[in-house]
């Protein structure tokens, strides 16, 4: 485990700035297992906006990201219907997933940002790992981050067995100076 100074901490951080997410350049990947843990469903789902606010102390910073609901794409047209259907995600009535974050902290060789998800209309309390903030030579911060949500906490309780209850994200986005 690597241990954090706040002299590496912040040597590690891109500038501190506000930076918009980029929805064309940014990937948000689900994965889920189904079928009682025989095999693993991955889809993605599209960003409709975000803002990553980098404070000089970390402590400060926070971030905003909305998702598209309707958005879910698996490669199969007859279960992203039904992820989307009102057993489970209903997108239709919730048609945004929101994550709203504040105060980094360090976590070994990667940062936490602790905050809250609503999806389903319902608010859970949620960490995100962000394992990549690298500044690009033009001024953006590309960043790769993860978080893990139990889909009970959001109410979706339905097709138990069916569909995991733990649902894996990872998020590739660049922001960009606002």
């Given at each position: 485990m690597t241990e954090h100074t706040s002299d590496t901490?912040?040597?590690?951080?891109?500038?501190?700035?506000?930076?918009t997410l980029d929805p064309e350049q940014t990937t948000v990947r689900a994965n889920v297992k189904a079928m009682f843990g025989l095999f693993t469903v991955h889809g993605?789902?599209?960003?409709?906006?975000?803002?990553?606010?980098?404070?000089?102390?970390?402590?400060?910073?926070?971030?905003?990201?909305t998702i598209d609901a309707t958005s879910f794409a698996s490669g199969n047209a007859t279960r992203d219907a039904d992820v989307v259907s009102r057993g489970l995600l209903d997108a239709q009535g919730f048609p945004e997933i929101t994550f709203l974050g504040q105060?980094?902290?360090?976590?070994?060789?990667?940062?936490?940002?602790?905050?809250?998800?609503?999806?389903?209309?319902?608010?859970?309390?949620?960490?995100?790992?962000?394992?990549r903030a690298a500044a690009e030579p033009?001024?953006?911060?590309?960043?790769?981050?993860t978080a893990r949500l139990d889909r009970t906490s959001f109410g979706v309780t339905r097709k138990k067995g069916m569909v995991g209850r733990t649902v894996n994200l990872v998020i590739e986005t660049v922001g960009r100076p606002a």
């Amino acid at each position: 485990m690597t241990e954090h100074t706040s002299d590496t901490f912040a040597a590690a951080t891109p500038s501190p700035g506000t930076y918009t997410l980029d929805p064309e350049q940014t990937t948000v990947r689900a994965n889920v297992k189904a079928m009682f843990g025989l095999f693993t469903v991955h889809g993605t789902f599209r960003l409709t906006g975000g803002q990553v606010s980098i404070t000089a102390d970390p402590a400060g910073s926070s971030a905003r990201a909305t998702i598209d609901a309707t958005s879910f794409a698996s490669g199969n047209a007859t279960r992203d219907a039904d992820v989307v259907s009102r057993g489970l995600l209903d997108a239709q009535g919730f048609p945004e997933i929101t994550f709203l974050g504040q105060g980094v902290r360090p976590d070994g060789a990667n940062w936490v940002l602790p905050g809250t998800v609503t999806a389903h209309g319902t608010p859970a309390p949620t960490e995100v790992s962000v394992t990549r903030a690298a500044a690009e030579p033009d001024g953006s911060v590309r960043f790769l981050a993860t978080a893990r949500l139990d889909r009970t906490s959001f109410g979706v309780t339905r097709k138990k067995g069916m569909v995991g209850r733990t649902v894996n994200l990872v998020i590739e986005t660049v922001g960009r100076p606002a």
